[in-house]
């Protein structure tokens, strides 16, 4: 396995697309964006220079990482030849299921279909293909570079070849990867997202501020960042997403989302992507929240 396409160029997407190509793998970036694949590659450039400038990697690993992944707008020309396909596009599941049914057509027969999915059923998505056993779920953490964690969710039909496959080459990107079963938000998520709904409702409630509820959380928890300032990094729209994926998954009332992120996420009030959250991320004061994020 040599070959790896990476679908969507966004956060996820073009963090994947870094590691793999640090690894030395043959990397296909695709977006149907040319300005994403664009933001995508600068991204990955700029966090390639961070671990230079930490002498964490030479100047040369940096150009031979950059020289592994090549770019495209087409799903269909892009993943013709590759042996694993990991989708990072939007969590929604309309794009996800038909993004799949046309990797399913596109991909050659015993290529494997990965999603980067955060919540939604692995069991769904390989429902729209006709390769159900060579479905998986590959769920990293953000930043992807940094983060040790890969969570493998093992759809209902995905065969334990795959499985045993995904978990190796997860192990040679020098990440821990932990086998999970294919239910609602999986295990990092539906542990996760409840305790950053509950944050929200506390401040809804008005318990405590934004600064103060963050502040027991990192100092009291020993947390490295509170879950409000988490929320706001992984975008609030996709926190109120997972949730409702999860309240549709189990019906229970303790995963329906805070009326307070509810309503933030109508208000367009989404995090860092969106430059206001539950902090300030105009320029002025981007760097004060912002520049934590490769620390590690």
């Known amino acids: 396995m040599k070959n790896i396409a990476v679908i969507g160029a966004g956060t996820m997407g073009n963090g994947i697309a870094h590691t793999f190509a640090q690894f030395g793998y043959e990397v296909q970036l695709i977006d149907i964006s040319e300005k994403g694949i664009e933001r995508g590659m600068a991204t990955i450039s700029k966090n390639l220079d961070r671990m230079v400038a930490k002498e964490k990697i030479t100047e040369e690993d940096k150009k031979q990482t950059l020289a592994n992944i090549t770019t495209s707008t087409s799903i269909e020309e892009g993943v013709k030849n590759v042996d694993l396909v990991v989708e990072a596009a939007t969590e929604n599941e309309k794009i996800k299921l038909d993004i799949f049914r046309t990797l399913d057509a596109a991909c050659k027969e015993d290529a494997i279909l990965a999603s980067n999915t955060s919540s939604i ?69 539906r542990i996760l997202m409840p305790m950053i709904n509950e944050a929200i409702e506390t401040l809804y409630n008005g318990v405590a501020g934004v600064q103060e509820i963050d502040t027991v959380m990192k100092l009291g928890m020993a947390h490295p960042m509170g879950p409000l300032q988490l929320a706001d990094f992984i975008g609030l729209d996709v926190c109120h997403s997972i949730l409702e994926v999860m309240y549709d998954g189990f019906k229970n009332p303790k995963y329906a989302p805070c009326p307070l992120l509810v309503n933030m996420v109508r208000a367009g009030k989404l995090g860092v992507k969106s430059g206001e959250g539950f902090y300030d991320y105009s320029e002025s004061r981007k760097a004060e929240h912002v520049s934590a994020q490769f620390k590690a």
């Open 121 to 189: 059923s692995i069991t769904k998505i390989a429902a729209v293909t006709k390769r159900p056993k060579q479905v998986i779920g590959m769920h990293f953490m953000n930043p992807v570079p940094i983060m040790k964690l890969v969570e493998i969710i093992r759809g209902y039909n995905t065969s334990d070849e795959v499985t045993n496959t995904i978990m190796e080459l997860s192990t040679k990107l020098n990440k821990v990867p932990t086998e999970v079963n294919d239910y609602p938000g999986f295990v990092a998520n």
